[in-house]
């Protein structure tokens, strides 16, 4: 009796363990079908992610580190030609001494001719922070319209700010009447064993900017000085002074004319001046209105005055002063398109005295995208020189011209630099990571 109920009761217990083993093991392969299916989601839940707004954002001013994060309901994409949408941003100087942004929304695609532009206009105070919420805010209102056709619009919502009151807002009185003012000084120290350099600089400026008038004043001084030991019984010295103050005034004449003036005095060791003083009026005619000057301009302008000169040394025209009268023709090209960018001007300076006397230039700058990826950048000046009348009689020392301090004579000056690039691989870059940047 005994040894059969022993027997029946461990049967039983056998029965229990083995049935409490076979839920333990379905639970665990349970919770790991589970674990599997969250971290493998179907393709299908992908699909809202690769179909957003995809936007090339062609903005060298931009903080995009800081959109990307904050603004997070587009993707974004290093090439245009994979892109919904190309955000084309340009800024000019206000008068107040900020930015106005433009910002020009260009449909690509499936988004074909609809565009848009938005502007508004950051203040000369405005923190980098102030600019990047800014430009921000209104970045969000030009996307929102085409993100509305995305899987993105069922996470948009519209918020909207009421003003704290109802009535109008009295205009706003300028104490300044539109005067802005900016002083600005620097210095460097710099030297070791053998050799020792400081220098410093000053400048001041004035604005006033209306859409009737421009005045502009300013002013600036440098000076610097440095010791090269050359033995222990040779120490050279050279020293570099100079100074210049410039007014200019402009008055509006319609959409693409414009009449103004330029006066300026000046003093360089370099140049040999003690002193000069120019005065010229002078004319401008715009292509495009000047409106359109952020995305185009095309600018022919004259001058014509004349340029007191009080030299330092006695010239190779045995002149110590003299009153040269010229004038001066500029046509100027600015280009900031989709594509890119091209800037370029040519110049002739020439005096009216002696028309062999003159100076021509001729500037040039452009970055380019050619095709997917690939971007050409070049950069070029050539002047030729035939005006150099105040060059010192005397000449210049070895040490003046290995530490150009002072101007040589020259018949021409060139510059030049180019540059290729081309980038390949995912198209995508939303992800910020800004570890070990410093």
Known sequence: MHAGRLLVTASSRCLFVRGLFLVLCLIVLSGSAQAQTAEAPAPAAQSPV???????????????????????????????????????????????????????????????????????????????????????RVFKLGLVGYAADTPAAGQLDVSWTPPATAAPAAPTRDPWRFWVFRLSGSGDVNGEQSTKNRSYRVSFSANRTTDAWKVQVSGSR????????????????????????????????????????????????????????????????????????AR???TVQYTIGATAYDYRELTVFDKLSETVPNHNLNVALGLQQPWGSLNGYVSLHQHLSHTDRYRSNFWGGANVRLFKGFSFNAFGEYSKIKDQIGLPKAGVSTEEVLLRLRQLRTNYSYYLSFGLSYSFGSIFNSIVNTRFDG
Do not use: M
């Open 222 to 293: 440098n000076s610097s000085r440095g010791s090269f030991e050359i033995d222990d019984d040779t120490t050279i010295i050279s020293r570099s002074r100079s100074w210049n103050a410039n007014v200019l005034i402009v008055k509006s004449l319609g959409p693409r004319w414009s009449l103004g003036g330029r006066a300026s005095a000046s003093h360089s060791s370099f140049s040999n001046l003690d002193r000069s003083v120019n005065a010229a009026p002078g004319i401008e005619f715009n292509i495009f209105p000047y409106s359109q000057s």
């Open 296 to 298: 185009r301009s095309l």
């Open 50 to 136: 690769s179909a957003l707004l995809r936007v090339f954002l062609d903005c060298g001013q931009c903080d995009t580190n800081y959109l990307r994060q904050n603004v997070a309901f587009v993707d974004y994409v290093r090439d245009r030609a994979v892109a919904d949408l190309h955000v084309f941003v340009t800024t000019q100087s206000t008068g107040g001494g900020g930015r106005e942004w433009t910002l020009k929304f260009i449909g690509i695609g499936r988004f074909s001719n609809q565009d848009r532009t938005l502007t508004f206009t950051t203040p000369q105070t405005a923190t980098s922070d102030d600019e990047r919420k800014a430009f921000a």
